[in-house]
């Protein structure tokens, strides 16, 4: 089941990137549970950064509150980050991570992740 990013790239010092995150499928896939955002930043350990129940209930970061938009669309399987007010210290490997529900069994899948890079 891949999980796709997309949206990363380089951005200034307080400008806005929106990530996106498409599960392609597979032909034994009943549904998505939460997916949510992970980073991790050169030398540092990977954080969360936002999750998303499928009912569209979410929670962000201390960091991320006031500055990042988690939303989801289940009926394309997507998840988006909306980035605003970014700063140096978003520089990271931004990874798509879901909760996989096939017929007998479920499995944590991981997309393969995204660079974002914000330059002061």
């Known amino acids: 089941v891949p999980l796709v990013e997309y949206g990363g790239g380089s951005a200034q010092a307080g400008a806005s990137l929106t990530l996106s995150c498409e599960s392609f499928?597979?032909?034994?896939?009943?549904?998505?549970?939460?997916m949510a955002w992970y980073r991790q930043a050169r030398g540092k350990e990977r954080e969360l950064v936002a999750r998303v129940s499928r009912d569209g209930t979410s929670e962000l970061a201390d960091f991320a509150k006031g500055r990042f938009v988690v939303s989801r669309d289940t009926s394309k399987d997507e998840m988006l980050l909306h980035m605003n007010a970014l700063q140096p210290e978003d520089t990271a490997t931004y990874t798509c991570w879901a909760d996989v529900h096939f017929t007998f069994t479920r499995q944590d899948v991981w997309g393969r992740g995204i660079q974002v890079a914000v330059s002061s």
């Open positions: 499928g597979a032909a034994f896939i009943v549904w998505l549970g939460d």
